[in-house]
């Protein structure tokens, strides 16, 4: 009854809001073991005068704690060092524009979120927690990356990333090549310039993505990346990709779309697990035949590129489901398209193709066909044997007025 009588004590002193109760609410709450919606009521909201009590003893064993915009704190305290066990640290919308050094302190700290904060710097001693897994920095306003950051070996996830802005960050320190458990790393919507060779150095990373950046040309390291699966580049200001592209034998996903891309290296026909090659609003006039050798691949976009035509070779892609070639210079389709079998998807909107090849009946799975605003005014007579495009109920244009 005393326990109940006193927690009872504190919730009433902590809702007046007021200053000098709130103090004498944190000296009763010295010894007691609080229930867990009580400790709801001190943090984050009371974390500074908390941590001034040395002596509660939950506050120890702490493993999450969030901050938001409601929480109106300017700084973090240096106090929050002592919060060992301390595992997720969420700042979201907050005023902190720095972390205290103390920070050093969270030695079992796994996951930063910065979501949408004013924080502009990391200090020197984030590279002490040993811990660490994951850094978010998202939509803040963070300007360098510590070299420090180099010594945390078990973080997997690096994303620093902005959406509909541009951080100032414009390299990464070499020292990110020692990170050798990191699987992850997103840079996009910063000013990043180039990247170190030691980015090769990153045996098990998985995804890179360098989209909305200042990158014109990838280092030859980048064909180390025996791991990655993902390469995102898309809206970056990438001109060309190194023949070392050849070598990501594990890569599935590469995306070029908004670049300044013109043409792709021989060597892309050696990503023979590539399922995913977006090169939409590109530049590319010209496309490898070696594009054929891509026998895993299940879709292609290419819409919006000043390309003249399709290789005949295009017909090896066996898996192919989407093929987007929309807003292109292509005045015909190569016969050979008739032997994607696996093909559901077919757009040749705003090209100048006047006929569809009789082959076109053969790709019995097609689902959706977009020939509007081109100049075919005939279709193929077998094409009423395309039974999946007429259940599907998608025509446009010509095919729509023809059904």
């Keep these: 009854m005393l326990m109940e009588a006193q927690l009872d004590k504190i919730r009433q002193l902590i809702g007046t809001q007021n200053e000098a109760n709130i103090e004498l609410a944190l000296q009763l709450a010295k010894g007691l073991e609080f229930p867990m919606e009580l ?34 704190l300017k700084t973090l305290p240096d106090t929050i060092g002592r919060l060992a066990y301390l595992e997720t640290l969420e700042c979201s919308k907050t005023n902190f524009t720095e972390l205290p050094s103390t920070i050093n302190g969270l030695k079992n700290l796994k996951v930063l979120d910065f979501n949408r904060a004013a924080l502009m710097s990391l200090p020197p001693e984030i590279g002490q927690l040993n811990h660490l897994q994951q850094i978010r920095l998202i939509n803040t306003p963070i300007q360098a990356i510590p070299k420090e950051i180099g010594q945390l070996q078990n973080l997997q996830s690096l994303i620093i990333k902005a959406y509909q802005m541009y951080l100032e960050i414009t390299m990464l320190p070499p020292e990110i090549g020692q990170l050798a458990s990191l699987e992850e790393l997103d840079l996009s919507g910063t000013l990043l310039q180039s990247l170190p060779s030691e980015i090769g150095q990153l045996k098990q990373l998985k995804i890179l993505n360098l989209g909305r950046t200042k990158i014109k040309t990838l280092p030859p390291e980048i064909g180390q990346l025996n791991s990655l699966e993902s390469l995102l580049l898309g809206g970056s200001a990438l001109e060309v990709l190194p023949t070392t592209i050849g070598t990501l ?54 819409l919006n590129n000043p390309l003249d035509e399709l290789p005949p070779e295009i017909a090896q892609l066996t898996q192919l489901e989407k093929l987007n070639v929309a807003g292109t210079n292509l005045k015909y389709l190569p016969p050979e ?4 079998k696996k093909l559901e998807s077919l757009s040749l909107k705003n090209t100048a193709i006047a006929e569809l090849p009789p082959t076109i009946a ?42």
């Design 362 to 403: 053969d790709l019995t799975r097609l689902k959706e066909l977009d020939i509007s605003n081109t100049a075919i005014r005939k279709l193929p007579k077998k094409i009423g044997h395309l039974i999946k495009l007429e259940d599907s109920g998608v025509y446009h244009s010509i095919v729509k007025e023809n059904s």
């Design 337 to 340: 398209i008739g032997q994607l």
């Design 249 to 302: 034998t594990n890569l599935r996903e590469l995306y070029l779309n908004f670049t300044q891309i013109k043409t792709l290296p021989s060597e892309i026909g050696q990503l023979t697990r590539l399922e995913h090659l977006s090169l939409y609003n590109a530049h590319a006039q010209t496309l490898a035949p070696q594009l054929g050798q891509l026998s895993q691949l299940k879709s292609l976009y290419l």
């Design 39 to 72: 400790k709801d009521e001190f943090i984050p909201k009371y974390l500074l005068k908390c941590l001034e009590v040395e002596a509660i003893p939950w506050l120890n064993s702490l493993k999450k704690l969030a901050f938001g915009r409601d929480d109106q």
